[in-house]
């Protein structure tokens, strides 16, 4: 009977007023790539749209593959590191976390002197990690003199559209939690059942009494007020978030050389969402005389699925042979998604040394655990790129790459999120990604008589600025700034590179939208070291 609650989705569909992770953020953190690909794409911060020859370059302009001079397979191994600098009211906290993985793979199939016209025609298949969740694990802790009682009181006396919820409401069910399964699945059915008859609202004032973080003046039906159990007593209040999974981007290319003098490509594009994300807020260690709310715990479990598609146009022009221009066309994605979403409640009172657990579970009567699912589209915003590259003597390279996307044309196309459209106009705007990477050669010789050109040590470096799509002065997520650099080795057929990149960026972050919205300020600093492997084919 597991998941058998799916019939209970019109309730899910109100829960985005409950966590951050549940509204327009979520499609905004899936609309936008991290710096990923192969070793010698990432030294140079990613400034490839007009050089292309690399196959993470098919990923900036899909025009890239017909620059390539044979067939190219390459993979590419990564470590990431991540250190945070979290700043919640009176707190410092300091948090690093690692990860390793296969961040990118890809082939190239180049067939020269196809025709009079088409120089060379090629087909390549990319892989890259285009985001990864894995390293989004921090908490961060302080005193604060409202907490989760003050939240759930909220729904209690607000949440009836402003006004409050009569103890009748509740009317029903269960009057406490006994700890016990059968008790558990009463609570749950009745939770369930509020969900459909008075909404999301009633179901969380509900909760809140059932873990006796609130309660009630009196418990006559006409009753209308509620006391929060905290009794705003200062208490250690503790966030923590914890996601895993990642986003996948399959870039499958084709392009073709015309004359001499013109590369053009298009790529088919199959993006994968796979998240899992637990938030979770705590209070405990309540100040002053034993209150009689001791401790609480609200842990909200959110599986997100997806899948997308796109497709990109480019173009690479030789001005001469010394100069390339490169422009490209990145179309919205067109997502479609679907999120499973769990809450439970933890709650300690008591009074003088006597305590006691009221916790709550939500398992319906099956005894399975009350998941709701909600499914929704999106569409991410377009982007143009256009690119500058210059080749000196075969021994250095100087490359630009500019993209322009606009985040106010990210819109939600499901009416249960259409009303995210307005904040997005709202809130998001115009954004400008600046990108700079310069390469030097050194040739040498392996053996006496071998050509040089065949073997030769590259020194790479970059920068890269990223604009906030906010257009608010005080940006939920800032402006990043970033350096890379790297080395490589070419022995005939076989290239070995590596890069370090750094990047810095300070957000805000905030769990709940009411009550709860102390932002904590998170300075992240990120590093990546890759390793690349290529090998010509043929």
Do not use: C
Not at 23 to 45: C, H, I
Not at 159 to 176: A, E, K, L, Q, V
Not at 265 to 272: E, F, I, K, T
Not at 345 to 352: D, E, F, H, I, P
């Amino acid at each position: 009977m597991k998941k058998i609650n799916h019939i209970l989705l019109l309730g899910a569909f109100l829960f985005v007023a409950n966590v951050q992770a549940q509204n327009y953020t979520d499609a905004l953190r899936y609309s936008t790539e991290e710096l990923t690909g192969t070793a010698r794409f990432k030294a140079m911060s990613g400034a490839f749209g007009a050089l292309g020859g690399d196959p993470s370059a098919i990923n900036v302009n899909p025009a890239a593959s017909s620059i390539f001079s044979s067939s190219e397979i390459s993979f590419s191994l990564n470590n990431n590191n991540q250190k945070r600098e979290i700043t919640f009211l009176n707190r410092n906290t300091k948090m690093t976390n690692n990860d390793f993985n296969l961040n990118q793979f890809g082939v190239v199939f180049l067939l020269p002197d196809a025709s009079a016209t088409f120089k060379k025609v090629s087909f390549g298949f990319n892989y890259q990690l285009a985001k990864t969740f894995d390293n989004d694990k921090f908490s961060y802790s302080a005193y604060n003199n409202k907490g989760l009682d003050n939240y759930f009181l909220y729904y209690a006396t607000k949440g009836n559209n402003g006004n409050p919820f009569s103890y009748g409401t509740f009317s029903g069910g269960p009057d406490r939690i006994t700890g016990t399964e059968g008790n558990q699945r009463d609570v749950g059915e009745f939770y369930a059942k509020l969900g459909k008859t008075e909404g999301y609202a009633a179901q969380m004032a509900y909760l809140g009494m059932m873990a006796q973080l609130i309660t009630p003046t009196a418990t006559s039906t006409t009753n209308i007020a509620y006391n929060p159990s905290g009794d705003n007593r200062e208490r250690l209040q503790t966030y923590r978030i914890d996601r895993s999974g990642y986003v996948n981007k399959y870039n499958f290319n084709f392009a073709s050389q015309l004359g001499d003098f013109i590369g053009l490509g298009l790529n088919l594009n199959v993006h994968n969402i796979n998240e899992k994300a637990l938030y979770s807020a705590k209070d405990d260690n309540f100040q002053g005389t034993n209150p009689f709310l001791r401790y609480a715990n609200h842990k909200q479990y959110i599986n997100t699925t997806g899948d997308g598609f796109s497709l990109q146009l480019g173009a690479i022009i030789k001005i001469t042979d010394d100069l390339r221009l490169g422009m490209s066309y990145q179309s919205p994605t067109w997502y479609r998604m679907k999120e499973e979403y769990r809450q439970v409640l933890y709650g300690t009172v008591g009074v003088a040394t006597r305590t006691f657990d009221s916790d709550v579970e939500l398992i319906n009567r099956y005894g399975d655990e009350i998941w709701y699912e909600r499914e929704y589209k999106f569409r991410t915003p377009s982007a143009w790129t256009g690119s500058l590259a210059y080749i000196i003597k075969k021994r250095a390279i100087l490359s630009v790459d500019y993209t322009y996307r606009a985040y106010n044309n990210l819109k939600f196309r499901s009416s249960n999120m259409e009303g995210e459209n307005n904040i997005i106009q709202n809130d998001l705007g115009d954004t400008s990604t600046l990108r700079v990477g310069g390469e030097f050669r050194i040739p040498f010789k392996m053996f006496k008589n071998e050509p040089a050109s065949t073997n030769y040590i590259s020194l790479r470096g970059g920068y890269r600025y990223e604009q906030s799509p906010y257009r608010k002065k005080v940006a939920t997520v800032g402006d990043l700034t970033g350096y890379s650099f790297g080395a490589g080795v070419t022995l005939g057929g076989i290239r070995l590179d590596a890069s370090y990149d750094i990047a810095k960026q300070t957000n805000l972050y905030q769990m709940y939208e009411t009550i709860l919205t102390d932002n904590a300020q998170i300075k992240s600093t990120y590093g990546n070291f890759l390793f690349t492997f290529t090998a010509q084919l043929f």
